[in-house]
């Protein structure tokens, strides 16, 4: 089992709808998880971090944290063609000394 | 005034080559890190130097040398490339290695094709 998954996609999803972007995790001790955004070509780039159970907004922006299931996930509302990216989910473990990526999850949005 | 910055961008090389990347940030962090990320999309570390000296080396082929002259360098040799080593490498910096919540800046990568 890989210690994170997601679906690699690609999401379709039309222009203004919401995304929604999963992750599971196996280390249930970690304490720290990240979505890290990488356009085609270019260099992952932080864009949400959490590390308490619940909902985190920024923006369009909403991560969401359930330790009892060890899940967690990204929703972006309004989608725009701009957000089409890979969409990389990452995790800290309980140390807080190693980061685990996922594979991504390419999201399309289309005009 | 590229925060982490690292060369060369494109590598074509042959099999059995030696060659290097490099890597410098210009953030005053403590922490550097090697990643290559698959065709696939898998971003894995291989190293990680905090203040010059290796905290992480993961199940990485000897044949991958990391040197950090100093905490703003960290530079990656490589030996007698290999065809499964084509990916693209990332270099990356952070303030500390073991905060919760430590961001990674990444440089902009490095293609590397064995052929």
Known sequence: ?111 | DTAVSQTPKYLVTQMGNDKSIKCEQNLGHDTMYWYKQDSKKFLKIMFSYNNKELIINETVPNRFSPKSPDKAHLNLHINSLELGDSAVYFCASSHDWDGPGEKLFFGSGTQLSVL
């Not at chain 1, 356009?39 to 909403?62: A, H, V, W």
């Not at chain 1, 972006?76 to 063609?81: E, N, T």
Request: include cysteine.
């Open chain 1, 1 to 111: 089992q890989k210690e994170v998954e997601q679906n690699s996609g690609p999401l379709s999803v039309p222009e203004g709808a919401i995304a929604s972007l999963n992750c599971t995790y196996s280390d249930r001790g970690s304490q720290s998880f990240f979505w890290y955004r990488q356009y085609s070509g270019k260099s992952p780039e932080l864009i949400m971090s959490i590390y308490s159970n619940g909902d985190k907004e920024d923006g369009r922006f909403t991560a969401q944290l359930n330790k009892a299931s060890q899940y967690v996930s990204l929703l972006i509302r309004d989608s725009q063609p701009s957000d089409s990216a890979t969409y990389l989910c990452a995790v800290r473990n309980n140390a807080g000394n190693m980061l685990t990526f996922g594979g991504g999850t390419r999201l399309m949005v289309k005009p």
